[in-house]
């Protein structure tokens, strides 16, 4: 599947994740998303006095850091979640796939006119 990520002033939206959370996840995890992904942007603006994607790598690891940290349910389902999807998307991605994991969609090589002998 092509990721295809569409970015505009307000938002930032990666296609392959939300349909993935609306095809595969119930509404109580979309909802938890939706809120912990408001609650990320608000960190970013409060701590950093910018939003999460304008932030610098570190700013970004400190915020998910403290995510990780949490001891409410919901962020840590959160940050767990999005963890394993993004994991799970790198892993499975074409370059990685085909470049370090050799996947072939047929394995083997398809020899179409051969001769047999009868």
């Given at each position: 599947m092509a990721r295809v990520v569409h970015r505009s002033r307000k938002h930032f939206r990666d296609k392959c994740l939300v349909k993935?959370?609306?095809?595969?996840?119930?509404?109580?995890?979309?909802?938890?998303?939706?809120?912990?992904?408001?609650?990320?942007?608000?960190?970013?603006?409060?701590?950093?006095?910018?939003?999460?994607?304008?932030?610098?790598?570190?700013?970004?690891?400190?915020?998910?850091?403290?995510?990780?940290?949490?001891?409410?349910?919901?962020?840590?389902?959160?940050?767990?979640?999005?963890?394993?999807?993004?994991?799970?998307?790198?892993?499975?991605?074409?370059?990685?796939?085909?470049?370090?994991?050799?996947?072939?969609?047929?394995?083997?090589?398809?020899?179409?006119?051969?001769?047999?002998?009868?």
């Amino acid at each position: 599947m092509a990721r295809v990520v569409h970015r505009s002033r307000k938002h930032f939206r990666d296609k392959c994740l939300v349909k993935l959370l609306d095809d595969c996840y119930d509404k109580e995890v979309r909802d938890n998303v939706k809120k912990q992904l408001a609650l990320l942007e608000a960190n970013a603006k409060n701590t950093h006095a910018k939003n999460f994607a304008a932030c610098d790598q570190l700013q970004r690891q400190e915020i998910l850091l403290k995510f990780s940290a949490s001891t409410e349910k919901p962020q840590k389902d959160f940050f767990n979640l999005m963890k394993g999807e993004t994991i799970r998307g790198f892993n499975t991605s074409k370059e990685v796939m085909v470049k370090y994991l050799k996947y072939e969609v047929a394995p083997g090589h398809y020899y179409g006119c051969v001769n047999v002998k009868a």
